[in-house]
């Protein structure tokens, strides 16, 4: 009986993980009024990476736009494009031709 509930328990979760997943990944960042933990919900950003987006933002002020953010140390092209559908600045989505 304990194998039966422990299998079903692991069944529902299966279910269950990729949709929290799938909300976690498609919530959109702010990156001119997200701290740490917002910024380290974005695909390849992890704590250190994060903390560079804030030190840069609090030193050179606000991102006028979602290209500027390659200017952070460690922050690339490949890291932005696989990010770029979920960063705004200033609560707009910013789209570039």
């Known amino acids: 009986m304990r194998t039966f509930r422990l ?9 269950l993980s990729p949709s929290l997943l799938f909300a976690e990944e498609s919530a959109m960042v702010n990156i001119n ?15 250190s ?3 560079a987006i804030v030190a840069y933002r609090e030193t050179y002020g606000e991102f006028q736009a979602v290209d500027e953010l390659v200017a952070v140390k460690g922050i690339g092209e490949s890291l932005l ?17």
Do not use: H, M, P, W
């Open 7 to 15: 299998l079903f328990l692991s069944l529902c979760l299966s279910f």
């Open 33 to 47: 009024t997200a701290d740490v933990s917002q910024l380290t919900s974005l695909i390849g950003v992890g704590q």
């Open 49 to 51: 990476k994060a903390e």
């Open 81 to 97: 494009s696989k990010n770029r559908n979920r960063i705004v600045v200033n609560n707009d989505k910013v789209v570039v031709n």
